[in-house]
């Protein structure tokens, strides 16, 4: 990446890496990395990174599905503002989840997901969401 997102880092495989996006109004919401520096567009991966980016999104959806019981994941390979191969996984909610005193409403639940950029949550509760995160890959994996 060419900023340094080390902070948001969650877990790095091979060819991709895991971070945990800086906006968690979707609660466990991360992002899917193409280690590649000229890699663009989805359809250009190699057969091994197709095969390693499945392998990383299964092993993702069990972990956020059995830390934050998420309903739904959606899935979104955009490259809008970031010219550089990357995924949204976006868990789902259909009721409102609370976590560490703070609560998550998916209020477009059944719908295209919207991120509100205004929803900020502590750098403690924060670090936490990474934690529980990296410590159901460490067992996935």
Request: with cysteine; proline share 3%.
């Amino acid at each position: 990446m060419a900023s340094d997102f080390s902070k948001y880092l969650i877990k790095e495989y091979e060819y991709w890496s895991i971070y945990l996006h800086e906006n968690q109004g979707y609660l466990g919401r991360c992002i899917i990395w193409c280690k590649r520096e000229n890699a663009f567009d989805l359809t250009d991966t190699t057969e091994v990174e197709q095969i390693e980016l499945f392998t990383v999104l299964r092993i993702l959806r069990e972990a956020l599905i059995g830390i934050f019981g998420c309903d739904w994941l959606n899935y979104s390979f955009l490259g809008n503002e970031i010219r550089h191969l990357h995924g949204h996984v976006i868990p789902r909610y259909a009721k409102p989840k609370e976590f560490m005193g703070v609560v998550f409403e998916d209020k477009l639940y059944g719908h295209r997901y919207k991120a509100d950029p205004s929803f900020i949550i502590p750098e403690k509760v924060f670090n936490e969401i990474k934690t529980k995160i990296q410590e159901a890959l460490k067992i996935k994996s």
